[in-house]
């Protein structure tokens, strides 16, 4: 009996010793960064630049590229390098305990960090999490006249935005997803193809360009729905003038820490090709191998790799918005990372009404910041898929519903930067400066959003536009020291209705009653304001 047991505990060691984990491989310098300094187009595109220069942030050693030998080195060693990380300065390798010891021990190696943060796993129900199991898509077209999408655009006070021109137009989003099936051939679709709005896209999974593939899960191609659909007189997405990335990092019927390394590489590839915002309705704690799952305390938003990605991110100037997740009414409860880190704009899901939506996860984060940051419609959230409109439900849904929106602002305040957006989009949601665990901030309101910048540059200028009286019987006046050059008026759904003459008093007792929308362009800016007709 003790010869056996002898030969089982060795039996046991020797296998420990020979499982392998995903590790990543912290080099510690990068030699030949003078050479990208001397020549950054070589690594960045001038869109990229471009926004570095209008923000103000200068280069660092992160933009530079990871030195090819030491790649190469790893590889010597008989590893299988599929995954590198610029912005962290490493590769991520599998390697068994032994292994680990051998690479700390190398010159060029600064450290080795471990993906597995718990040994013995994070969770103990023993269930497989589902996070798409909130989707519950019902197909078919609409038969509304302007569109499925008004009500959930009107919620979060979008319409402003976009009768005043801002639909996005020159600001471009990667959507980080798990893939875009039908993106590349359905008609609602259509209309952001033939405008050369698609710029492009990679298949980090199977590192293909293969993005449309219909063996990709079509999670994405609904978020990218949300924003970019558009059906004649059946829906319109929230940005759907905007330019596109369509990444593909997440294997929808597996869990691997991997996805995370995916994640990173999409994000810094956004860097290059100079996005504006990055949307993702993917989380992470729960994995096949209990091994790499997260505990809530890991909630830190800099203890994960993908949070720590996603933070390098917001401060290369890309406004970073992600899903609170859908785990309200499962044992984890709580928000799930990237979402937990505090630079990462966090998005809530409530329903039509504005309660929160059941499932939508709770903050804060695991440190005590505030998340999620405010809140959209997650709730039977309508978008464009394929060749219908379609409605779904979870926070993967508000979270691009959001993102369109703040692709408007950014239009409107090209100069604004991320964290001056963040703190205008929370200071004028539903809530503030109170917060609710499931909605943060509140409901989103962009227009609200819009006047505030535009109220900043009025009060500069020394500006002013009043409307009086409102609601409007049969006249209203705009009370203004400033050259009047335009009146017109617009119905809820983005119709124009009215061109008035330009003059500061005004009949509409023709219209019918109801709520309108004015937008007043003077020689000095341009208002949009609501008015109720009686």
Not at 261 to 274: H, N, P, T, V
Request: aromatic share 12%; charged share 20%.
């Amino acid at each position: 009996m003790k010869k056996f047991l002898l030969t089982l505990v060795l039996f046991l060691f020797v296998f420990t010793s020979a499982q392998t984990e995903l590790v990543f491989v912290f080099f510690n310098d990068k030699p030949n960064k003078a050479a990208f300094y001397a020549n950054p187009i070589s690594e960045l595109t001038q869109k990229s630049l471009d926004r570095r220069a209008k923000y103000g942030i200068a280069l660092n050693d992160q933009d530079a590229p990871i030195e090819a030998t030491y790649i190469q080195n790893i590889k010597n060693l008989g590893f299988t390098v599929d995954d590198y990380s610029k912005w962290m300065n490493g590769v991520a390798v599998n390697a068994t305990a032994a292994q680990i010891l051998d690479l700390q021990s190398k010159s060029y190696v600064q450290s080795v960090e471990r993906f597995i943060k718990h040994p013995t796993g994070g969770k103990t129900t023993g269930e497989k999490v589902n996070k798409f199991e909130e989707f519950n898509k019902t197909l078919g077209k609409t038969t509304f006249n302007y569109g499925s999408g008004l009500a959930q655009i009107n919620q979060v006070n979008l319409r402003p935005l976009h009768i005043a021109g801002f639909t996005g137009t020159g600001v471009t989003i990667a959507v980080i997803d798990t893939g875009f099936p039908t993106v590349d051939t359905g008609s609602v679709y259509a209309r952001i193809r033939n405008s050369g709005q698609i710029k492009g896209g990679y298949n980090f999974i199977d590192k293909s360009n293969d993005f449309y593939s219909m063996q990709l899960n079509n999670h994405g191609s609904y978020c990218l729905g949300v924003i970019a659909g558009y059906v004649e007189n059946s829906f319109v997405g929230t940005a759907p003038d905007a330019d596109f990335y369509l990444y593909a990092t997440e294997d929808a019927g597996n869990e691997f820490p991997e996805e995370q390394l995916y994640w990173s590489e999409a994000a810094e590839e956004a860097d290059r090709k100079g996005v504006d915002v990055i949307t993702t309705s993917l989380g992470y704690y729960d994995f096949d191998d209990s091994r790499y799952n997260l505990l809530y305390s890991d909630m830190t938003g800099t203890t994960s790799f993908i949070a720590r990605a996603a933070q390098i991110a917001t401060e290369k100037g890309i406004f970073v918005i992600a899903a609170a997740g859908n785990e309200a009414l499962k044992p984890w409860h709580y928000i799930i990372t990237p979402a937990d880190n505090q630079k990462v704009f966090t998005i809530g899901g409530v329903t039509a009404t504005g309660a929160s939506s059941s499932f939508s996860s709770f903050g804060p984060n695991a440190v005590g910041h505030i998340k999620p940051d405010a809140s959209a419609r997650g709730s039977s959230t309508y978008m464009g898929y394929n060749n219908s409109v379609t409605s779904s439900s979870g926070t993967s849904f508000a979270t691009p519903l959001a993102a369109g929106g703040i692709a408007c602002l950014i239009q409107a305040t090209p100069t604004k930067q991320v964290d001056e957006i963040s703190t205008i989009l929370r200071q004028n949601a539903s809530l503030y400066p109170n917060t609710d665990p499931q909605k943060g901030y509140g409901i989103l309101n962009f227009g609200k959003a819009f006047n505030t910048t535009l109220s900043t540059v009025n009060t500069a200028n020394k500006s002013y536009l009043k409307i009086y009286p409102n609601p409007v019987v049969n006249t209203f006046t705009i009370k203004t020291d400033e050259k009047i050059i335009s009146v017109e008026l617009y119905d809820t759904l983005g119709r124009k209705v009215q061109s008035i003459k330009n003059e500061k008093i005004n009949n509409i007792e023709k219209l019918s009653s109801g709520v309108y929308f004015i937008k007043v362009q003077t020689d000095n800016n341009q208002y949009i304001e609501k008015i109720i007709k009686e």
